[in-house]
Every structure is written in C-alpha cells, then in structure tokens.
C-alpha cells in the first residue's frame, strides 16, 4: 500500500469527521485495500464545471466532505467578486441518491459564509436552476446532479451570474480556490438557516411561462392538440415539469411511462438513466407501439437531455440521434420565424464544432448567420452574452441530445425542448407527415449528413494516462489517410492550431484552448477526438455526407454512410 494514500485515509479515520465515515475506512485499511487506493489516491477534482463522481467515503469520492470543501471555496471566491455586496445563490437537484443531501450540505455552507441562499424545496430540472438565477438576479448557482452517469455516482455542477456554467477566468479561479481549501476544518458547516428561503410553485409557474413563450404555432397545437404524445422521465427530475409544459402548450393526449414515472436514484428499470440509449428507451417505445403514439420522448435525471422516437418511413418505430433531432429543431425555429414573419435580420443560431455541419448548411441557406462553440453550452451561454444587444439568440444545440431554445436561460433545457419538439410534430401532422418524413426532406434540400460517436472508457488509475496518451500519439502524429481518403486539414483546439496537412499553412483558431483534435478529409468527412471532462472517455465523433436526390434513395444512401463510418472506425483501429 503506498504509504501517501495510507496517511491520507488515517487522517480521516483520526480526524474531524463523523463516527460512521470513521468506520468505513477503518474497514477499508483493515481488509479492502484496492478500495481503499480507488478512494484516496488522489483528490476528487473540481472541473471547470464542478464535481462528479462515484459517491462514498474518500478524497476521490462524492461525500459530505468533498462537497463541503467544494462549496467553500466557492463561496470565498463569491466573497472576493463581490465584496461588501449581499451574494445570492439558488440550489437545486435531481433524483440521484444522496442529491438532496449534497444540495443541503451546499446551502449550509453557503449560508454559514453569509450567502443568502434560495433552495428549492424538493427536486426540480437543471434548466429550471439556470432560469432561477437570472429571474432572481443570483451571482451563482449549483445543481447536485450527476446528469446522465450511473446511479453509483453523483455531481455538483456551478453556475455564475448570467446562467451559464462557469467560463474564464471564473471557472480557473474557483477551481483555485478549491484547491486552497486543505482540511475540513476550513469549512463553515454551522449555518445560519435565515440565510436560507425555500422556493418552488412560484418559480415553476414563471418558468413555465417562460416556456410556453417559446410555441410558434399556438393555432396549429389547438388542432392537433390531442396529438398522441408518450413520456418518459426516467426515474428523473423531468416529471416535475414536462407534463405541465405540455399542458401549458395545449396537449391533451400525453401517456407517461408509468413503470419509470416515479423519481429514484437507483433507476430500477435501466442500466444507464440516458436517453440516449436505446435500452434505456425500450419501455417508452414499447409503449408509443401498443398506443400507436405520434411521438416518444424522454429525459435523463437532471432533465437537460431529451431523447426521441418517431416512426420511419417504413412505419417502425426509431431513436432519433442528437444530431437529427437538432437538425430538426433548428430548421423548424428557422423556417417557422420566417414563414410566420417573426423572423429578425439579426437571428442567430450556435451550435458546436462536433455537432453535425448540417445545421451550418441550414442556417447558410436561409441566411442566419450559424456560430460554432466549443462543446458544452457554456460556451453558447458565453457567444450569447457576448453578442447581446447585437444579435438575436434564436437556438443552439449540441449532438449530445441537448437543445437551448430562447434567450431566457443559459444550459440545454429538455423540458421547452419537449414542448417544441410535440408543436413540431404536430405541425408535420397537419401536413400529413411525421417528423422522420421532414427529416429526409431536409436531407433532400440541405444534403445528407450522418453522424456517429463511439466512446472508449478506460477506469482507473492509468486510464487518464491511457487517454492522454492516445491524444498526444493523434497530436504529435496525425494520420495522413483515413478509410483510403487523405487528410487535408488538421485541427488542434490545444495549441488552437490549424494546418493545411497538403501545403503546411498554418492558422490560428478563435477558439478558446479545449483539447479537442479534428482531422477533415479530401472527400469531406470529419472524425474528432475528444477525452470527457466528466467520465474516464476519450470520445470519437464521425461525421459523413453525400446528396440524396429523392426520398426513395434514402436507405441505399444511408447504409453507403454507415458503411463509410464503419471503414473509418476500422482503418483507425478504433473497433
């Protein structure tokens, strides 16, 4: 055992902390020493968006602990931005086991450092958090969730002023901060509980307004208002408000997935609580089958992902990826502003640089200007603010089954997300078509672009060295051919370089430093690389295109697509 770690894990047994953390690693040293390592080898870190991971006693682990210390040093670099002012904080969580516990844990903290608090009163979406800061003039926010991950794990995700979650130099110098706080002793737990105000109905009942702001189409929905829609929360946050939202836009037909309806960490129907796996979605689709539904929909625990299903072209039932349903999203938004004159000179749309090039297509054609970020919808929360008072925010959306509509919050927000998608469904209904029929007619027009995501997951202690190691062999030696094609452009959004792999020119990317790799080749496609900020991942992103000349061709073009993913996966021995 190294002696580091056994010191580390002995200073908890003698230290400050209570009597059944005491035990645990006691019981750790005595007789699981590889659980011990796991949990003490290093000290959980706190990203440029806060904490995640497995929960239990130790450094590396979601705790009290952790949680406390993180929050302190939160609050001393809210104290630092804002001396002599009153700070305000809002809190919210999800459904995960020990979340209310982490957000209370929170809410003391802040509230002993003097920080007034506004603490939801039970669990309630992420959007909803982001909304709660603006609507009361908040300097910062946090979510106790740890999003789509397992249920073994939990998270604590900040939030500043405007919204977002932190971007420089606010997320560096909190995590500064952190750092700097080296015992539990530095943390103020005896709080203050005046500091601390319970909300809830009221701000639900503005967000909720909020969101119904956002329908294009009121009229269409009061046609086709007994759409037959199917919902799914998974065990999440979702129920609180997806319902409501629906009622509020005028659906009258909505069936939720009973079996998952209920919040609960432990997620008993499904391995992962994600909507963007297909298991995950089996008991909704096997619902919208046996009600001939019009559309599926889900959300994962903190209810800022949606995922849906509609029926094909052939009738069956299918998973939209991501990339189709924001594609969807964004030419709806687009189109329906102009068609019912709503539409601004100064609309712009954001999307990120591993999201389909589609959108960009889209939004080129009907001359709104399309803005790529870096991934995470801080940095579309960052674009906005930046160009307030110049351009109008219309969409932004990732691939990652993540979709921001409107200007009245800053993080991806599945409940208006939910909504929008029904009135588009509906509006497709009216047409007499489904919302796959308008995606391949968006192929037609736009071009047809495919997009795939394989993930590798590397645990423990080496894998962050495994992961970083694949990075700098890709970095320092990019391969010249991909699936036979050549690589004519290379970018590397570390050093924020582009280079033309043909001439040797080189340019500087405007992007901030992400350590993301791009390599684009001579026929068109474009494969990324990009470890997780949350998870032991390194993610690779494929993207392919070509035309389809009518709707009839769609699946023998489809599967030349997917066969073009599948050589690039092989020839870069990914598979």
């Known amino acids: 055992m190294d002696t580091l770690i056994l010191e580390k894990a002995r200073s908890w047994v003698?230290?400050?902390?209570?009597?059944?953390?005491?035990?645990?690693?006691?019981?750790?040293?005595?007789?699981?020493?590889?659980?011990?390592?796991?949990?003490?080898?290093?000290?959980?870190?706190?990203?440029?968006?806060?904490?995640?991971?497995?929960?239990?006693?130790?450094?590396?682990?979601?705790?009290?602990?952790?949680?406390?210390?993180?929050?302190?040093?939160?609050?001393?670099?809210?104290?630092?931005?804002?001396p002599n002012q009153t700070i305000q904080v809002a809190i919210t969580h999800d459904s995960r086991n020990n979340s209310r516990f982490f957000a209370e844990t929170t809410a003391q903290v802040f509230a002993a450092n003097g920080i007034k608090v506004f603490l939801f009163e039970d669990l309630r979406p992420t959007p909803e958090l982001s909304f709660a800061i603006r609507t009361l003039h908040c300097n910062a926010g946090v979510v106790c969730t740890a999003s789509h991950n397992p249920k073994e794990y939990n998270g604590y995700k900040a939030y500043w002023n405007d919204g977002g979650q932190l971007v420089p130099p606010h997320d560096k110098n909190v995590i500064k901060e952190v750092e700097a706080i080296q015992s539990i002793d530095d943390v103020k737990w005896s709080s203050n509980n005046d500091n601390i105000i319970i909300i809830g109905a009221e701000m639900d009942k503005q967000y909720l307004n909020m969101v119904k702001s956002l329908s294009v189409y009121p009229e269409v929905i009061q046609q086709q208002k007994d759409l037959k829609i199917v919902y799914t929360p998974i065990h999440g946050s979702g129920i609180k408000l997806v319902p409501a939202a629906l009622a509020a836009f005028g659906f009258t037909n909505v069936h939720i997935v009973q079996e998952q309806a209920t919040p609960d960490g432990n997620f008993p129907t499904v391995a992962y609580p994600n909507p963007e796996e297909s298991e995950t979605m089996r008991m909704g689709l096997e619902k919208a089958k046996a009600l001939d539904a019009d559309i599926l929909l889900g959300t994962d625990p903190d209810a800022d992902r949606v995922g849906v299903g509609v029926k094909n072209h052939k009738g069956e039932w299918v998973l939209m990826n991501g990339n189709q349903t924001a594609v969807l999203a964004f030419a709806y938004m687009i189109e329906a502003r102009r068609k019912k004159d709503i539409a601004q000179p100064n609309d712009m749309v954001i999307t990120t640089i591993v999201t389909t090039e589609m959108i960009n297509e889209v939004a080129r054609q009907n001359h709104v200007a399309c803005y790529n970020v870096?991934?995470?919808?801080?940095?579309?929360?960052?674009?906005?603010?930046?160009?307030?008072?110049?351009?109008?925010?219309?969409?932004?959306g990732e691939e990652s089954f993540g979709l921001m509509i409107g200007n009245q919050i800053r993080d991806k927000d599945a409940i208006s997300a939910v909504a929008l998608l029904c009135e588009m469904a509906a509006y497709e209904k009216q047409q007499g078509k489904t919302l796959f029929d308008k995606l391949i007619e968006l192929y037609m027009q736009y071009g047809f672009y495919y997009e795939n995501l394989i993930s590798i997951t590397k645990k423990g202690m080496n894998g962050q060295k495994e992961i970083a190691a694949m990075m700098e062999g890709y970095r320092s030696n990019p391969p010249k051919?991909?699936?036979?094609?050549?690589?004519?452009?290379?970018?590397?959004?570390?050093l924020q370089k582009g280079t033309n792999l043909t001439t040797g020119e080189q340019w500087n990317l405007q992007l901030p430093k992400s350590n993301v790799l791009q390599f684009i080749t001579d026929d068109g496609s474009k494969i990324s690389a990009r470890p997780s900020g949350t998870e032991p991942k390194i993610k690779f992103y494929f993207s392919v295109h070509t035309t389809l000349p009518n709707k009839h061709e769609f699946d023998h073009k489809l599967e030349e697509l997917k066969q073009k993913i599948s050589g690039i996966i092989t020839s870069m021995q990914l598979a």
């Open 14 to 82: 003698n230290g400050n902390y209570d009597a059944d953390t005491k035990k645990a690693v006691q019981e750790m040293i005595d007789h699981h020493p590889n659980e011990l390592m796991e949990a003490f080898y290093r000290n959980l870190e706190f990203g440029t968006g806060g904490l995640r991971g497995i929960m239990g006693v130790g450094t590396n682990r979601m705790n009290k602990y952790t949680v406390g210390m993180a929050t302190q040093g939160f609050a001393n670099y809210l104290k630092k931005n804002y």
């Open 374 to 396: 870096l991934t995470g919808f801080k940095w579309i929360a960052e674009l906005i603010k930046e160009k307030e008072g110049k351009e109008n925010y219309v969409i932004g």
């Open 481 to 494: 051919y991909i699936n036979n094609c050549k690589v004519v452009t290379f970018l590397d959004y570390e």
